[in-house]
């Protein structure tokens, strides 16, 4: 399976994006969905995961109650939309996928086996 995110870009503080991270290939597998970001010079981070019948949603405690996730399946596609940015969201953020169908979630990173290629968001202050 093939993850293509984008949506990404600049924006000021305060405002808000969407990004979408669209599957092709094996789509009529079940996947977990995951979004993780990276800043320049730290590592990579979990920021939100999806359960595939989008049931069951994770998120980490900085983007709680300011990010959301949701997914189509219908559409093989999985958005964040990011309220109330703030410059520390400045990241490439990636989509990434595990083959599953069950509620359970996953934060760390080796348990997805599927990453789409990052889009940027830079967040000016």
């Known amino acids: 399976v093939q993850l293509q995110a984008s949506g990404g870009g600049l924006v000021q503080a305060g405002g808000s994006l969407r990004l979408s991270c669209t599957t092709s290939?094996?789509?009529?597998?079940?996947?977990?969905m995951g979004w993780f970001r990276q800043a320049p010079g730290k590592e990579r981070e979990f920021v939100s995961a999806?359960?595939?019948?989008?049931?069951?949603?994770d998120y980490a405690d900085s983007v709680k109650g300011r990010f959301t996730i949701s997914r189509d399946n219908a559409k093989n596609t999985v958005y964040l939309q990011m309220g109330n940015l703030k410059p520390e969201d400045t990241a490439i953020y990636y989509c990434?996928?595990?083959?599953?169908?069950?509620?359970?979630?996953?934060?760390?990173?080796?348990?997805?086996?599927?990453w789409g290629q990052g889009t940027l968001v830079t967040v000016s202050s």
């Open positions: 990434a996928g595990r083959l599953s169908g069950a509620a359970w979630l996953y934060r760390d990173s080796k348990y997805y086996a599927y």
């Open positions: 290939g094996r789509t009529d597998n079940r996947y977990v």
């Open positions: 999806i359960s595939w019948s989008g049931s069951n949603k």
